[in-house]
C-alpha cells in the first residue's frame, strides 16, 4: 500500500522533513506545499534530483494547490513564520493562527482521514486551533515539541556526563515555552537513575539546574545564532519519528502535545505529555506519577498554555467553542 505524506510549508523544516523522508523511504509520495510555490517546486525538484545519489524511489511534488494534498496519510505542518532574535514563541500567535485557519480548511476539505502533525509556534495553541479549526479526531492531530524539548535536554545531559546521547533516556512534559518541565526523576543514564547520578556528585544541581533552562532556552539560542530563522534540523528528526512511528505502527511511547480530557487533572487543552503513536493515531495518553515539585511545574505549564489560548480567543472568538 503506497504512503504519501504531503509537508504544508516548504521552508526550512519543511524542506529537511521532505528530505529526511525521503532518505528513510518513509513514504512513496511528497507533497511539499506552499504558497511561495517556487520554494516548493524547487526543493521538490533539487531533492529528487538527489535520488541517483542516495537511491531513493520517492516521487516529489511542489505545489500550492491543496487538492494536490488528497488522500494523504501523514501531513506535517511548518507553514508560518519562525521567530526573530528577541521574540518569543508567543509573539508568533497572531500571525500564525490566521495561516493555521487557512491550512486547516484545506486539509479538512481535501484530506480528512490524515494524521496530522503540527509543527508551527506556538507550538500549542496552534495545533489546539488547528484541531478545532479543521474538526479532526483529537486522536488524528498532535504537536511535536517535546521529542524536540527531550533531545536537546539528553544533548546537555550528554555533553556534561561525557555519555552517548543514546544511553540516555528522559522527557519533557508540558508546554513548548519556558516552563516546559524537563523531568530528572525519569531520567535514565547508562542504566542508572539521573538521582543517583546526582548522589554520586557526577552532576551538582546546579549543573542540572543550568541544563533545564538551557533546555527551555533552547530554540531562543539557536535563533540568536543563526540570527535569521530558528532551528530546523532537530524539529525536522523529531516530526519523522512521530510519522515513523504512525505509518508503521511502531506503537512508540513519544512525548507530544496532545489532547489531554481528564488525564493529568487538564480536560479539552493540548499539552505535553507522553502518548502511544501507532496506526490509529495518538492511541492512548501515558500518566506518570509526578512527585509534588513535578506536578506544580506541570500545572505552572498547563496554566501558561491556558493563559496563550484565552488570547487566541481574544484574536478568534470561534476557538471558545
Ligand atoms: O518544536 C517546535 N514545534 C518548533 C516549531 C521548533 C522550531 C521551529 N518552530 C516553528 O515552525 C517556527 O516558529 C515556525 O512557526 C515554524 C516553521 O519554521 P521554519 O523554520 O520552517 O520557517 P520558514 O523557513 O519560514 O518556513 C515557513 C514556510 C515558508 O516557506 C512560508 O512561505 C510558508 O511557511 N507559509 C505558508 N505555507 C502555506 N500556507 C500559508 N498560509 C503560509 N504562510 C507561510
Do not use: W
Not at 505545489?63 to 521574540?87: E, L
Request: proline share 3%; glycine share 10%; aromatic share 4%.
Amino acid at each position: 500500500m503506497s504512503k504519501k505524506i504531503s509537508l504544508i510549508g516548504a521552508g526550512q523544516i519543511g524542506g529537511t522533513l521532505a528530505h529526511l523522508i525521503a532518505l528513510k523511504g518513509l513514504a512513496d509520495d511528497i507533497v511539499l506545499f506552499d504558497l511561495a510555490v517556487g520554494l516548493a517546486k524547487g526543493k521538490a525538484l533539487d531533492i529528487a534530483q538527489s535520488s541517483g545519489v542516495s537511491g531513493f524511489n520517492t516521487n516529489l511534488k511542489g505545489t500550492n494547490n491543496y487538492k494536490d494534498i488528497k488522500d494523504s496519510d501523514v501531513i506535517i505542518i511548518t507553514a508560518g513564520v519562525p521567530r526573530k532574535p528577541g521574540m518569543t514563541r508567543d509573539d508568533l500567535l497572531g500571525t500564525n493562527l490566521k495561516i493555521i485557519k487557512q491550512v486547516a480548511e484545506g486539509i479538512k476539505s481535501n484530506a480528512s482521514e490524515a494524521f496530522v502533525i503540527c509543527i508551527t509556534n506556538p507550538l500549542d495553541i496552534i495545533v489546539m486551533a488547528l484541531q478545532k479549526y479543521s474538526g479532526l479526531p483529537t486522536q488524528k492531530v498532535v504537536g511535536m515539541a517535546g521529542i524536540l524539548d527531550s533531545s536537546r535536554f539528553k544533548y546537555f545531559l550528554s555533553q556534561k556526563l561525557g555519555k552517548p546521547i543514546t544511553e540516555i533516556s528522559s522527557l519533557v512534559l508540558g508546554g513548548h515555552g519556558d516552563t516546559m518541565v524537563p523531568l530528572p526523576n525519569h531520567t535514565i543514564i547508562d542504566g542508572k537513575s539521573l538521582a543517583s547520578i546526582l548522589e554520586e556528585k557526577k552532576i551538582s544541581d546546579n549543573d542540572l539546574k543550568s541544563i533545564i533552562q538551557r533546555t527551555r532556552k533552547g530554540g531562543a539560542e539557536i535563533v540568536k545564532l543563526l540570527e535569521k530563522g530558528s532551528a530546523f534540523y532537530a524539529p525536522a528528526a523529531s516530526g519523522v519519528e512521530m510519522a515513523e512511528s504512525y505509518l508503521k505502527n511502531q506503537k512508540k511511547t513519544l512525548p507530544c502535545a496532545a489532547y489531554l480530557n481528564g488525564e493529568y487533572g487538564v480536560k479539552n487543552l493540548y499539552a505535553g505529555v507522553p502518548v502511544i503513536i501507532g496506526e490509529k493515531g495518538v492511541e492512548k495518553v501515558i500518566e506518570l506519577k509526578l512527585n509534588k515539585i513535578e506536578k506544580d511545574n506541570f500545572d505552572v505549564s498547563i496554566k501558561a498554555v491556558k493563559e496563550l489560548f484565552e488570547s487566541a480567543i481574544k484574536i478568534d472568538s470561534s476557538l471558545s467553542k
